[in-house]
Nanobody, 118 residues
Framework: VQLQASGGGLVQAGGFRRLSCIGS????????LAWFRQAPGKDREFAAA????????YYSDSVKGRSTISRDKAKNTIYLQMNSLKPDDTAVYYC????????????WGQGTKVTVSS
């Protein structure tokens, strides 16, 4: 499984950004794909996840209500639409994948950095 994240950049507080993660190597229908983020000096934390087959979504409290995770099966891609961005959202965002019944994510893409200026 290969995951390629993109879409990071500099954005002003209150703005929006859409991250993309293209997956390859196999069908993801029995996978959960997710976005994690790591802010400077902090541990990596879960942001959002989507069960690729059913489309069921899950969000952390820190992004819930401001972000939407989605997938495009035809493009083997997941997205994270982030709105009303805050400086606290500044982080490197990583996409990850795991088979549904696995306890942890064992496939990771490279990060894409989002910087939110105040």
């Amino acid at each position: 499984v290969q995951l390629q994240a993109s879409g990071g950049g500099l954005v002003q507080a209150g703005g929006f950004r859409r991250l993309s993660c293209i997956g390859s190597g196999r069908s993801f229908n029995i996978y959960t794909l997710a976005w994690f983020r790591q802010a400077p000096g902090k541990d990596r934390e879960f942001a959002a996840a989507i069960r690729y087959g059913t489309g069921a979504t899950y969000y952390s409290d820190s992004v819930k209500g401001r972000s939407t995770i989605s997938r495009d099966k035809a493009k083997n891609t997941i997205y994270l639409q982030m709105n009303s961005l805050k400086p606290d959202d500044t982080a490197v965002y990583y996409c990850a994948a795991k088979i549904l019944y696995e306890p942890s994510y064992n496939f990771w893409g490279q990060g894409t950095k989002v910087t939110v200026s105040s």
